[in-house]
Nanobody, 129 residues
Framework: QVQLVESGGGLVQAGGSLRLSCVAS????????MGWFRQAPGKAREFVSA???????????YLADSVKGRFTISRDNAKNAVYLQMNSLKPEDTAVYYC???????????????????WGQGTQVTVSS
């Protein structure tokens, strides 16, 4: 049974940093695309970042425009994990953050939630002004 477990969320002041972790269990995902999404109260789930496998040991990282220059995605295949380093946090970054994995190599775009079939339970990030 596949499980994704996020951690690292919390309360931070504007300008601060957090590092989110997502560890997968049940199978390995070194050849699968993985992503981070977030959902603020009353808003739709939105794409934050993704790491896309491109064959061999090549991965490409993608970031939403709203977080470029502040967030970084990385992965550690030995730990079956993906990370989201968040710097210069803003109050508008407040949301529940979810990691997700595309286990079926779907052709949907990396920023579409429909691409991903496994999701974590989410971790709350709150940025105070």
């Amino acid at each position: 049974q596949v499980q994704l477990v996020e951690s690292g969320g919390g309360l931070v002041q504007a300008g601060g940093s957090l590092r989110l972790s997502c560890v997968a269990s049940g199978r390995t995902f070194s050849r699968n695309d993985m992503g981070w999404f977030r959902q603020a109260p009353g808003k739709a789930r939105e794409f934050v970042s993704a790491t896309k496998w491109s064959g061999g040991s090549t991965y490409y990282g993608y970031l939403a425009d709203s977080v470029k220059g502040r967030f970084t995605i990385s992965r550690d295949n030995a730990k079956n994990a993906v990370y989201l380093q968040m710097n210069s946090l803003k109050p508008e970054d407040t949301a529940v953050y979810y990691c997700a994995v595309d286990s079926r190599s779907r052709s949907d775009y990396y920023y579409e939630p429909t691409k991903y079939d496994y999701w974590g339970q989410g971790t709350q990030v709150t940025v105070s002004s």
